[in-house]
């Protein structure tokens, strides 16, 4: 039976990371809500853009500001 021995607080703050698009070259920065699984149970998450399947791999890029850039106009999709 598992058992805690000290409560945490949770991460306050959602993690994002980066990702290029390699059909499209688009740059997209997505959080764990927009993964999902493929047919092969791989991650993965879907270009907005162009609709192409990017697979994540075991180590994601972190996403940060002061190294990537800001993002200006968010485009809704």
Known sequence: MMEVLKMGNGNKEE??????CKKC?????????DL???MEMDLCIKCPVCEEY????????????E????IKNKIGF
């Open 25 to 33: 070259k688009s740059t997209l920065i997505y959080t764990e809500e």
């Open 54 to 65: 990017l697979l994540i791999g075991l180590f994601p890029k972190k996403y940060k500001p």
């Open 36 to 38: 999902f699984p493929d």
């Open 15 to 20: 993690q994002k990371y980066i990702k290029k």
């Open 67 to 70: 190294k990537h850039g800001i």
